[in-house]
């Protein structure tokens, strides 16, 4: 098997904790492109976040999957494909601000916080400092507080993802009503033991890496893919290689039975096994 493309998660993956490159991870994307293999970023992220990122970090990808392969640009930063929710789905999701009492008490209010990417826009409910200042300072958001849930389905149009923030025993609950309430008719992932993330029906990485692979015109053999979350599982179960970062989630290296854990992020963990990969005598 030769490797023809290369994807790579953002957070916790390619970027270092504090969310940038090295100088030495940049020199070796930018010889992987000279060699001719495809480079292909594919993050949680909003694509009105990404692109800041992306180009701070002087990053070349051929193409960029943001919203877990909700939307899909090219390297010039065009639409390729766009998968966003129905509206009235988002709806329902947007209302999900009380949780049912687990022994049939009386449902009790959310304290996890309500986000909705539409088109380049970030709405919430409650600011998040860490988050908003920190993993998504590119991209500011707009605190609607009570008001997110009173927006109507026609203001919901062009919802890529909606994402839940709050303490991991919470989202567990969270997730249970989910899968309880949209069964199918949705896609959802911890992308991290903090955050949900929703997007529309057979919207993942892992889908998303195939639309690539079909452009392009490559088997999913030859593709290598880089990730330390749970909703990179299902491009690694995909991918010819799969390659888990030491800072992973457990559950993740659990799962992926053909997986190879390799370097931090702190430690420039992917672009060590790309220089070994191609760059080694």
């Known amino acids: 098997m030769s490797i023809k493309a290369v994807v790579t998660d953002m957070d916790g993956t390619l970027l270092n904790p504090a969310h940038q490159i090295s100088d030495y991870t940049a020199s070796v994307l930018k010889r992987l492109k000279e060699r001719g293999i495809h480079f292909i970023v594919a993050t949680g992220r909003p694509y009105g976040e990404v692109i800041q990122t992306i180009r701070k970090c002087q ?30 789905l988002a709806q329902k999701l947007v209302l999900l601000h009380t949780l049912p009492h687990p022994e049939g008490g009386n449902a009790a209010a959310k304290t996890f916080v309500t986000n909705v990417y539409r088109n380049t826009e970030w709405l919430t409910d409650r600011d998040v400092p860490e988050i908003s200042g920190g993993l998504h300072k590119n991209l500011p958001c ?21 994402w839940y923030y709050g303490e991991t025993e919470e989202l567990r609950a ?54 330390d979350a749970l909703n990179d599982e299902s491009m690694l179960q995909i991918a010819g290689k799969a390659y888990i970062m030491e800072n992973g989630q457990q559950e993740l290296k659990d799962v992926i039975a053909h997986g190879e854990v390799i370097g931090s992020n702190a430690n420039d963990g992917v672009a060590r096994k790309l220089e070994q990969l191609f760059f080694s005598s």
């Open 59 to 88: 990053l070349e990808p051929d193409f960029i999957l943001t919203s877990n392969g909700g939307w899909l640009h090219d390297g010039g930063f065009n639409v390729v494909l766009e998968h966003n929710i129905p509206s009235n």
């Open 142 to 162: 707009t605190v609607l507080g009570e008001d997110l849930y009173a927006l109507p389905t026609e203001e919901l149009q062009g919802v890529h993802q909606i």
């Open 174 to 227: 969270v997730s249970t009503q989910l899968s309880a309430t949209f069964g199918t008719d949705l896609c959802w992932t911890f992308s991290a033991p903090m955050m949900i993330d929703c997007g529309p029906v057979g919207v993942t990485k892992g889908n998303g890496v195939r639309e690539v692979a079909e452009i392009l015109k490559l088997r999913l053999e030859d593709v290598a893919c880089f990730g």
